[in-house]
């Protein structure tokens, strides 16, 4: 389906994809950026936006299945108060100041979109902005499971049309039992960007903003030390503004009257796209662990023993000996790795035994659980320097593991770094079984 469409000078049009727009005359505002003839902007199927007409304006519309465009009334959309948003920090930062400016908000309320809006609109004013992705679940610069921030160097209205600068491997799809690692990598990128000459830094956040998730997001805020904050709820404006009065300017945004939520199935074919991209051109490549650091990557970097040896204080594990491939153990957790299927219920009956003679929680993993698991890679100097996937592993002489990893990337590495994540050979995310424990499993 296409057709032309007639804006006039001030109207509003949104657009849900699958949709391409074609700017033949005139010029609109999009994502916080100017478009202008010639332009060409695809929206993807399962992305909503509004658009204004800033002079009297011609496009062409060409939409693909359930793609919509409509015109709106002003009272319906968000575009002016966006732009009242952005031009209160612009004005900061003609006052000399190098902005930290941290979006929050509800999860479907437009945080990503007004992310976009804000660094697109500074940036076609001059500023040099950044920007830092900060939702592990839903990570549009490099992929789920990290951070990443990217200089922004030409409009753009949705993040996956980046590429990204720099990025940290967090190793889990929520923040729930990731809060120290989000944290972390977001302090991290924001004083990278900031070294950079960025003169705006733009974070956006997670959705997790009910119950524990304020919490974390004030510590979140303490930590990053923004010079801003804007909200796209007023009840958690308000409550920022209670924790940080005098500290952060506190701005509230509007919420998109019409936003395209996405299924949980979605959410989740997103993340696979995303996992995909980023393998798209990637080899295997064996990593001897004896030469590397190894990172929550259990069972493989804790202490080794016998199964003779476990026997002689744990002899109620005779029944799984003979399926055991390694073992290791820590005054607090007893990890095996087994081969071939074993009985649910005797392994439940194992691990209620163990830890009621010894105080040991019994962690027993297959060898199946650990292939598709994610790992980050370190280089040289401490770096996140790439993400890989554990295709097989070989148990060597002497202890020795050999993993073998499909990665795009080809430097030295240095160490590994576990997950709670587990792909299938179409990039989708799979029960994880006990595999890195150091994790509790998500629920995304």
Known sequence: MSGTQILEVGEVARVTGPARIEVDEGRILLVGSEFSRGSALVVHELR??????????????????????EKASLSEEVIDDWINVAEIIMKDVEGGERLR??????????????????????????VKSCLVEGDVGQEDLAMPATVAMT?????????????????????????????????SALMDLTSSALSRGCRAVVVNTDGWVSGDGVNY??????????????????????????????????????????????????????????????????????VRASEVGLIRVQPFNCEQASMNELLSTHPELISVASSVLRACYNEKELVLLTEGSLNAGLLEALRNEVYAKHSVKLVILRREDLTGCLMGIIGEG????????????????????????RTPYGGPIIALVGSNIRLDEEYREIRRGEWFVGFKRDRS
Request: include cysteine; hydrophobic fraction near 40%; aromatic fraction near 10%.
């Open 48 to 69: 909503s936006y509004s658009l204004k007409a800033l002079e009297r304006t011609r496009l062409r519309v060409f939409l693909g299945a359930g793609g919509v465009f």
């Open 382 to 405: 401490f770096r996140d320097v790439g993400v890989g996937m554990v295709e097989d592993f070989k148990l060597g002489e002497a202890g020795d593991v050999l993993i073998k990893l």
């Open 101 to 126: 400016v941290v979006i929050m908000g509800p999860p479907e309320s437009g945080k990503t979109t007004l992310s976009a809006f804000i660094v697109n609109y500074l940036r076609d004013r001059g």
């Open 217 to 286: 997001k004030i510590e979140l805020i303490k930590w990053v030390r923004p010079t801003h904050i804007v909200s796209l709820n007023p009840k958690l404006s308000s409550l920022m503004t209670l924790a940080f009065r005098g500290l952060v300017k506190v701005l509230n945004a509007k919420s998109p009257v019409t936003v395209r939520t996405r299924s949980r199935e979605e959410r989740q074919r997103l993340r696979s796209e995303a996992y995909r991209r980023y393998f798209i051109n990637s080899s295997v490549r064996t």
């Open 151 to 183: 200089i922004v160097e030409r409009p753009f209205i949705w993040q996956r049309e980046l590429s990204f600068q720099e990025f940290r491997f967090v190793g889990c799809i929520s923040p729930r039992n990731c809060e120290l690692g989000v944290i």
